[in-house]
């Protein structure tokens, strides 16, 4: 198999050098989107050019020819394949392990959801917003039929009536638009191909403030959600807020990893980049990192192809051989 097959095997490092300023600069919304897709589209690549180089492996095993009734010459396999016999077992054991890491993955996404909609079904009342008593300030939401948003009393004590409007528009979104999804594709992606993974940790991001867009769409005001959001980040570390929720919250998933240190605009953490993005103009698109993605998935696409077209030449080579022998 030529170079450019080997490209996309490649490709998921320049994307995770591309999430990040993508989820910074691109509408929240788009870049969920592109970046959700893009993951998908970069492990699907990579994974299909590892099992064709697997393929490569095991047609240059001479016991496998036989069993198939000599439908391919391995001695020719070995002959024409420039790939060497170690890049195909290589490529297999790779493949071996995603496959086993996808799996995984997707087996407790699966239990993960199928829990929040048992918790959603279970919870009392009909109403889609539950308040619990807590003295933990928490707000989170629970996909299911239908979905719930659980919001503590000690929350909704640290905020005032406005607040807790901006609270449950940013919960419905996460809702509305189904969040949990993107979130579980970009993690398979990861899980597929750890490469990806600073894509589905911006994707994380993206769709909180994707949220935050939307709570401050329904109330007229980006400055009040961010505040919100600061406010909510510190009541939750004062009340030692345990952020059991299984998938969002308001203030995110990283915020249960103690990600609350900095809360001034400019911090590194989530959050206060949260309330950066709210407090800055509101971004239009960013050419470059869209293009630059869209470019590799393209050439992922081209690559992969290529790749099915040579291993598809040697197959047939294969085949010939033993017609003339």
């Known amino acids: 198999m030529r170079v450019a097959v080997y490209l996309p095997l490649l490709f998921p490092l320049l994307a995770a050098l591309i999430a990040r300023p993508a989820g910074e600069r691109l509408p929240p919304r788009q870049a969920t989107w592109l970046l959700t897709v893009g993951a998908l589209v970069l492990a699907a690549g990579s994974t299909a050019v590892l099992g064709m180089l697997a393929i490569t492996g095991l047609i240059r095993i ?7 009734h000599d439908h391919w010459s391995a001695h020719a396999a070995q002959s024409h394949d420039p790939a060497a016999f170690s890049t195909a077992v290589l490529a297999g054991l790779l493949l071996a392990v995603a496959a086993a890491m996808a799996g995984r ?11 929040c909609a048992t918790e959603a079904a279970c919870l009392p009342g009909r109403d889609q917003l539950v308040v619990v008593e807590d003295r933990a300030a928490e707000a989170y939401a629970l996909p299911g039929r239908p979905g719930r948003i659980v919001v503590s009393t000690g929350m909704l004590e640290a905020l005032d009536p406005a607040e807790r409007e901006i609270l449950l528009a940013h919960e419905r979104a996460h809702l ?6 993107f979130v579980a594709f970009a993690q398979l992606a990861a899980a ?13 991001y993206t769709v909180e403030r994707w949220a935050d867009e939307s709570a401050a769409a329904a109330t007229g005001s980006r400055e009040r959600v961010a505040r919100t959001i600061g406010k909510a980040a510190i009541a939750a570390k004062r009340t030692r807020a345990r952020n059991r929720q299984p998938l969002f919250g308001f203030l995110g998933a990283a915020a249960a990893r103690g990600v609350l240190d900095r809360l001034r605009p400019g911090g590194t953490g989530p959050v206060p980049r949260r309330v950066t993005a709210l407090l800055a103009p509101r971004r239009r698109g960013h050419l470059l990192s869209s293009s630059a993605l869209i470019v590799l998935l393209i050439a992922t696409g081209l690559c992969a192809a290529e790749a099915s077209h040579d291993l598809e030449s040697l197959l047939e080579l294969t085949k010939r051989a033993v017609s003339r022998g």
């Open 192 to 204: 597929a191909n750890p490469l990806l993974r600073p894509l589905a940790d911006t994707v994380g």
């Open 176 to 181: 509305g638009h189904h969040h949990y999804l």
């Open 105 to 115: 993955l997707l087996w407790r996404r699966a239990r993960a959801l199928a829990d």
């Open 62 to 68: 001479p016991l496998l020819a036989r069993l198939a």
